[in-house]
């Protein structure tokens, strides 16, 4: 029996008449790799922004299960979401682009490494162990992404591809147990779109955190996601195994476009 981590109920989403989400209730448990798919404009994204915080919800509750008791996310900040173990990426590249791949590491740490203003301002010894702590931390991350040889580079240097990569590892240094990627490979070629693949799996396992996952391309996402959520026009329209959703019928008609 796996142990829930994150169930959102009955979330409804309005953008003035527009219903983006409506009455959508999903639950990802501890160390699941889920899936999240629907066609353009299905409302996967504005999904993504309720559960973290980003757009407020029109109606619902989102609970996440910390390990200090049972949370309600909804109305919180995004950075009070991310505090409480939520951490995610966004479709188009935010990354400070004039910093290294590093330094956008170590920034993205700073959440969880707390100097204190004083020993910050005075340069203490224990603000020096901080940095060191940080910076190890961050170059392991790196290496795992493979990114050590361009750890001192400008992030605006890297190519498309190793800036998305870079994004997640972003994601990862604020320590999440649910981490939310939104088409991490999109703009990517097949050879580094599986890759990347992969390598998420394995992160999700290492880690053991819970990966939710946007992708578009779905022979990709069936062989790695343990399950999935359909949406279609903001409503949850089928949830499975990889498997169940492939052989269902709604799903067959609406999503790939076959006969039912
Ligand atoms: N801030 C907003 N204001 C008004 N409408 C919005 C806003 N954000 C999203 N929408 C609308 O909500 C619907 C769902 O959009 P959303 O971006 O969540 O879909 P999606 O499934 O992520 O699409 P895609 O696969 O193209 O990224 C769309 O009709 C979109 O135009």
Do not use: C, W
Request: aromatic share 6%; no cysteine; net charge neutral.
């Amino acid at each position: 029996m796996s142990s829930p981590l994150l169930t959102a109920t009955q979330l409804v989403k309005n953008f003035g008449g527009l219903n983006a989400i409506s009455n959508v209730s999903v639950h990802f448990d501890q160390n699941e790799l889920i899936g999240l798919i629907g066609p353009n404009g299905a409302g996967k994204t504005t999904l993504f922004n309720l559960l973290t915080g980003v757009t407020p919800v029109s109606a619902g509750t989102i609970s996440l299960y910390t390990d200090h008791g049972v949370k309600t996310v909804n109305g919180q900040t995004p950075a009070q979401v991310a505090q409480a173990g939520v951490s995610r990426t966004f479709q188009n590249i935010r990354l400070f682009k004039e910093l290294t791949v590093l330094d956008n590491v170590r920034i993205a740490m700073t959440n969880h490494y707390h100097e204190g203003f004083i020993s910050s301002l005075l340069r203490t010894p224990k603000f020096y162990r901080t940095e060191t702590a940080m910076t190890v931390a961050a170059e392991k991350l790196i290496a795992i992404f493979d990114l050590s040889a361009v750890a001192d580079q400008p992030a605006k240097n890297l190519p498309y591809g190793v800036q998305r990569r870079l994004e997640i590892v972003r994601a990862l240094a604020t320590k999440p147990k649910l981490l939310f990627l939104d088409e991490p490979a999109a703009g990517m070629n097949p050879e580094e779109t599986a890759d990347l693949t992969r390598l998420i799996r394995q992160i999700q396992q290492d880690f053991h955190i819970t990966v939710v996952l946007i992708e578009h391309d779905m022979s990709l996402v069936m062989t790695v996601v343990e399950r999935l959520y359909v949406l279609e026009h903001g409503a949850l329209l089928a949830e499975g195994t990889p498997r169940e959703i492939q052989q269902n019928p709604a799903v067959i008609k609406a999503y790939l476009g076959g006969d039912a």
